[in-house]
């Protein structure tokens, strides 16, 4: 299928446990983007991405960790889950650079019991 | 540091009204692009315009417009004559060119019901 694509789409966990969310996108953008979103917080960026390798942390990076060895893929682990993880996640991708539209997957419901 | 605030939580208005979602955004960059997106209740996320601060023009799209004006650092949306189907949260967002590059900061959302 075209477009971006996340998985799971829903996942509940215990804390402590390591926990990978994935995302593909065939559009072979270069830019792609990790935000959580939060009831009174809007979409906070967690990490994105330029290229391959290329990573960097934005607003909440503690706690999670991402890694980006093809251009088409992003995952975002929770290296050992919280409750406060407890989120709706999103990826993002974007021809150039984030001040080109970004366009969301649809979202990962996470739920850390 | 770039901040967006959309004031007003929840907006409810009955179909056939003209409702205008404020935003205001702070940044200190001379470059810089503002957006809207859109969240049904399906959760997905709509892009739906990009601006940059070089082009004050208001753009008009069907049913949607927006305002935006550098001199009160606001960036509206209005939807003339509101459906059902136009209910979802709205995000607007902004981006600054030179100082954070490639990060979007979003607003909190306005959760816009529109009843028949």
């Known amino acids: 299928d075209a477009g971006i694509t996340q998985s799971p789409r829903y996942k509940i966990t215990e804390t402590g446990r390591q926990v990978t969310l994935m995302c593909h996108q065939t559009?072979?953008?270069?830019?792609m983007f990790w935000y959580r979103q939060d009831l009174g917080h809007g979409l906070r960026l967690i990490y994105y991405?330029?290229?391959?390798?290329?990573?960097d942390k934005g607003e909440v990076p503690d706690g999670y960790v991402v890694s980006r060895s093809k251009t088409e893929n992003f995952p975002l682990t929770l290296e050992s889950a919280t409750r406060s993880q407890t989120s709706v996640y999103f990826c993002?991708?974007?021809?150039?650079?984030?001040?080109?539209?970004?366009?969301f997957g649809p979202g990962t419901r996470l739920t850390v019991t | 540091a770039q901040k967006v605030t959309q004031a007003q939580t929840e907006i409810s208005v009955v179909e056939k009204e003209d409702v205008t979602l404020d935003c205001v955004y702070e940044?200190?960059?001379?470059?810089?692009?503002l957006f809207w997106y859109k969240q049904p209740p399906s959760g997905e996320l709509v892009f739906l315009i990009r601006?940059?601060?070089?082009?004050?023009q208001n753009e008009i799209s069907g049913r949607y417009s927006w305002n935006f004006q550098k001199s009160t650092s606001s960036f509206n949306f209005t939807i003339t004559a509101s459906q059902v189907v136009d209910s979802a949260v709205y995000f607007c967002?902004?981006?600054?060119?030179?100082?954070?590059?490639?990060?979007?900061?979003f607003g909190e959302g306005t959760q816009l019901t529109v009843n028949p």
């Open positions: 993002a991708s974007s021809e150039f650079r984030g001040f080109y539209e970004q366009y």
């Open positions: 559009w072979s953008h270069s830019y």
């Open positions: 991405s330029a290229a391959a390798d290329i990573t």
């Open positions: 940044t200190r960059d001379t470059t810089y692009y």
């Open positions: 601006r940059n601060s070089f082009d004050e």
């Open positions: 967002a902004l981006s600054e060119a030179e100082t954070s590059g490639s990060r979007l900061t």
